[in-house]
Structure formats: structure tokens, C-alpha cells
């Protein structure tokens, strides 16, 4: 009995995902998804926008440095 609620969940399940095309997707990115979402409120995101209206793309240069800073720091989250 168990065995066929068992089969029935992963019907079930793979049903889901033919419905919904873009669920995996969201499945796989999980936490880190809402996480970089809640940190872009209306407050942050005015302060993104004067930033970048005033300095344009003068700044990228900085992502050669923050960047690998920044992936460590993410790996290290995901290993704790």
C-alpha cells in the first residue's frame, strides 16, 4: 500500500511541474530568491536609482573587486 502512495506522489509531483513550466526554477532557487528580494525595498531602491543617475556606469569598475569579495562571503554562507 505504501509503494502506491508513493508512485502517486511523484505522478503527482511531475504533473506539477508539466503545469507549471517555471516552478522547477523557482523550486531550485529556493531561499536565496526571496532573500535577494527582501533586501530591495522602496528605500534601497530609490538610493540605487539616484546612484546610478548620478554616477552612470563610472562605478562598474568597482565589480572587479566587490564581486569575488562578495562570492566568497555567499559561499561561506551556504557552507555554515
Known amino acids: 500500500m505504501s ?3 508513493t508512485n502517486s506522489k511523484a505522478v503527482d509531483q511531475a504533473s506539477v511541474a508539466r503545469a507549471r ?3 522547477g526554477l523557482v523550486r531550485r532557487l529556493g531561499p536565496g530568491l526571496i532573500t535577494g528580494a ?3 525595498d522602496p528605500s534601497g531602491i530609490a538610493t540605487y536609482s539616484q546612484v546610478g543617475a548620478q554616477f552612470g556606469m563610472g562605478m562598474l569598475w568597482t565589480m572587479l573587486f566587490s564581486f569575488p569579495l562578495m562570492a566568497a562571503i555567499q559561499e561561506i554562507c551556504a557552507r555554515l
Open 3 to 5: 509503494n502506491r502512495l
Open 21 to 23: 513550466p517555471g516552478a
Open 38 to 40: 527582501a533586501d530591495d
